[in-house]
């Protein structure tokens, strides 16, 4: 491959395409337009690095470690993948009915934030302690499962 070849393969990249749009469609200069390039690779790496599984969401949560009470907009963000449909949801659903669906994907949902260095609700529900089963109208029915999760979780 000669040198204008490669010079060709290098104009047709994405990253290329990207800078000539900024070039002539904002008017910055090579440098400029090559900087917010990458500045905004980097942006994507460290907020959009994973990919996303079936049934899940990317969202931007409070990273862990920050304190209680901080205001979020003064709050160190992640990006985390949450799974909104797994295939448990539909077997807790048939068996222990729509308020045990909703506790258990509210834990799965907080679990899997705190893995991924985030947490996903500031507000506290995340704590599994401040549940009170006798609070659903089928709490009674749900205690034992609830319980087993729990202990699931911590172990």
């Keep these: 491959m000669n040198q204008e070849e490669l010079e060709r393969l290098v104009n047709k990249s ?3 395409l990207f800078i000539n749009d900024l070039n002539t469609g ?3 200069s090579q440098v400029e337009a090559e900087a ?3 500045r905004i690779t980097l942006f994507n790496r460290d907020y959009y690095n994973s990919s996303r599984g ?3 969401i990317t969202k931007t949560v409070v990273a862990l470690g920050e304190p209680a009470g901080k205001p979020i907009k003064y709050c160190r963000m992640v990006s985390v993948n949450l799974t909104i449909l797994h295939d448990e949801d ?4 048939q068996k222990y009915g729509i308020a045990a ?3 258990n994907k509210e834990l799965r949902l907080c679990d899997e934030a705190i893995d991924q260095g985030g947490v996903s609700d500031p507000g506290g529900s995340c704590n599994p302690s401040r549940y009170k089963p006798e609070h659903d109208k089928e709490g009674r ?3 034992n499962f609830i319980v087993s999760f729990i202990d ?3 172990s």
């Design 152 to 154: 699931k979780i911590k």
């Design 36 to 38: 917010l390039y990458d």
């Design 90 to 93: 539909i077997e807790i659903r």
């Design 54 to 56: 079936p049934g899940q």
């Design 141 to 143: 029915r749900l205690r």
């Design 26 to 28: 904002f008017g910055l």
């Design 101 to 103: 669906e909703r506790r």
């Design 14 to 16: 994405d990253r290329q």
